[in-house]
């Protein structure tokens, strides 16, 4: 299926979807679920359990060069604590890789050893990466396969054409991730998810979107917005008013010196996207 689709989980897609990974569930070892660590919150699919069973799971805490990194150490130790593996990685450059590598070969142990114990020889663990779209598990698989030196054949029960990626001795990486269809748990999981591009622009308000980012900027990062756009530290309470002095200071201005706030919006969110406001972490840790 075309991994793309992000605009509208329909049904059937999200039928097909699960499908696939229930197949490719039956050949692997491991799951490694791919979050955003800008929003490990809001990028998770709450079904995850449901959908994987029982399989042992480490969760890769993706774009953590994107991310703040006092609040990733905080989710990383909320999951540590829940007794779940996780480690955080920079996809592109591969920051962390390796040691997802070796908390997957790790987890997979039990299975392996249990295999050989029944007279199978000992192969090599198998794991699958799950994740929404655009959370970089593409990004990663390829990373892996950079410094892979084989690409094994196909396996019995593969579709055609799938491969396993050999990324250590002891670990080959299914070549097609798993993707999970992100759920809009509250109306503020939608806009965060729109704000970091699991979902196209073209679904969402913006208006909406901004508000929801200005508000969390304020509460904690009004110092990158004061540096960045040169603002008086004492920031308005409202959007509005965040938005007006930015485009006042960046001459976003229409006809009559009326500042333009689709243009305002436009700049922050391509600012953000491009960190140019500095590591920001959207979802703080909730109990
Ligand atoms: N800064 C940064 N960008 C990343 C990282 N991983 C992926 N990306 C970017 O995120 C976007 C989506 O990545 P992609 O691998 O296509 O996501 P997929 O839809 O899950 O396969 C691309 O523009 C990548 O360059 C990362 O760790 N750090
Ligand atoms: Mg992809």
């Known amino acids: 299926m075309d991994e793309n689709i992000n605009i509208n989980w329909f049904p059937g897609h999200m039928a097909k979807a ?3 990974i229930k197949d490719h569930l039956k050949l692997v070892d491991v799951v490694i679920e791919l979050l955003d660590a800008r929003i490990p919150y809001s ?11 029982d399989k042992p799971r480490v969760i890769a805490l993706n774009k953590a060069d994107l991310a703040d990194p006092k609040v990733t150490e905080q989710w990383i130790a909320k999951f540590r604590n829940q007794n779940i593996q996780v480690v955080a990685i920079d996809s592109m450059s591969g920051k962390g890789t390796k040691t997802l590598v070796s908390k997957v070969e790790q987890l997979a142990k039990d299975k392996v050893n249990k295999l050989v114990n029944k ?5 090599a663990a198998r794991a699958m990466i799950l994740g929404i779209p655009n959370v970089g598990k593409s990004s990663l698989i390829n990373r892996l396969l950079g410094t892979a ?3 094994t054949a196909d396996k019995p029960g ?3 054409g799938k491969q396993w990626i050999k990324v250590s001795r002891n670990l080959e990486l ?7 269809w992100p759920k809009f748990k509250d109306i503020e999981v939608g806009l965060k ?21 200005l508000k969390i900027m304020r509460e904690e990062y009004p110092e990158r917005l004061i540096e960045r756009y040169n603002l008086k530290a004492e920031l308005p309470q409202d959007s509005i008013g965040i938005l007006e002095m930015i485009g006042a200071k960046r001459g976003c201005l229409r006809s009559g010196g009326i500042v333009d706030h689709e243009k305002v919006r436009r700049i922050l969110l391509n600012e953000f996207r491009a960190s140019k406001l500095g590591l920001i972490t959207l979802d703080k840790i909730i109990d």
Do not use: C, H, W
């Open 158 to 160: 593969v579709t055609r």
């Open 119 to 123: 007279g199978v020889n000992a192969r």
């Open 149 to 151: 030196t084989v690409k």
């Open 193 to 213: 998810l729109a704000f970091t591009g699991a979902i196209n622009d073209e679904v969402y308000d913006m208006e909406k979107v901004m508000n929801v980012f």
């Open 43 to 53: 990028s998770a699919n709450p079904a995850i359990k449901d959908i994987i069973g």
């Open 18 to 20: 699960q499908r696939m």
């Open 174 to 180: 299914l070549d097609t991730p798993g993707v999970l």
